[in-house]
């Protein structure tokens, strides 16, 4: 079975906070992608990032961070000096051949970002 | 290159009503998924085309719910009757024979049912 666990629901900051969102996931494939997106009050879908099995090398994008472990199931989200257009929800997803390379999301972590 | 588009990009309607929901793929992809988020809940997959035929089904929530893919093109979704529970936004997303991990979602039609 595939799964992902978001188990935080809701996190609230002040800004400028450092924030890290937990996702776990589940798959017996060796291949697989992993997905954070966002999705701000407007409600469409944003694309972060995109990594695979294969590539376990943490990625940076300005005040974003991943950390892709594989030996614990977890890819990991942080955002460094938060701020007020970062309050939104976040998804992590998975997609992988068995299932038919459907996305399988996770609950989603609404962020608050406090001025 | 156009990517995903949906229309309508909000529907309102009352209990009782139908309404369609229109996805329009990157030219090309013969892969059509839709999703939908309601309630403030997960996002949650419904069903997948490839080209004109119905791949899986096993997220389409009950009978009021129909989609086709005539010609492999673009996908409609008919919601019929509306029920409130229905509210939410609605994704369509597309991909590739060759490239199925990548999967380019549209904007969502967000559905609200009153």
């Known amino acids: 079975a595939q799964k992902v666990t978001q188990a935080q629901t809701e996190i609230s900051v002040v800004e400028k906070e450092d924030v890290t969102l937990d996702c776990v996931y589940e798959?017996?494939?060796?291949?697989?992608?992993l997905f954070w997106y966002k999705q701000p009050p407007s409600g469409e879908l944003v694309f972060l990032i995109r990594r695979n099995s294969f590539d376990e090398q943490n990625e940076i994008s300005g005040r974003y961070s991943w950390n892709f472990q594989k030996s614990t199931s977890s890819f990991n989200f942080t955002i460094t000096a938060s701020q007020v257009v970062d309050s939104a929800v976040y998804f992590c997803?998975?997609?992988?051949?068995?299932?038919?390379?459907?996305?399988?999301f996770g609950a989603g972590t609404r962020l608050f970002v406090k001025a | 290159e156009a990517g995903v588009t949906q229309f309508p990009s909000h529907s309102v309607i009352e209990k009782g009503q139908t309404v369609t929901l229109r996805c329009d793929p990157i030219s090309g992809h013969d892969n059509l998924y839709w999703y939908r988020r309601v309630m403030g809940k997960e996002i949650k997959f419904l069903l997948h085309?490839?080209?004109?035929?119905?791949?899986?089904e096993s997220g389409m929530p009950n009978n009021r719910f129909l989609a086709e893919r005539t010609g492999g093109t673009y996908s409609t979704l008919k919601v019929q009757p509306a029920e409130l529970e229905d509210s939410g936004v609605y994704f369509c997303a597309s991909s590739s024979t060759g490239g199925r991990y990548e999967q380019y979602f549209g904007p969502g039609t967000r559905l609200t049912v009153t």
């Open positions: 085309f490839v080209k004109e035929s119905k791949q899986d």
């Open positions: 798959t017996r494939d060796t291949t697989y992608y």
């Open positions: 997803a998975l997609r992988a051949y068995t299932g038919g390379f459907k996305t399988i």
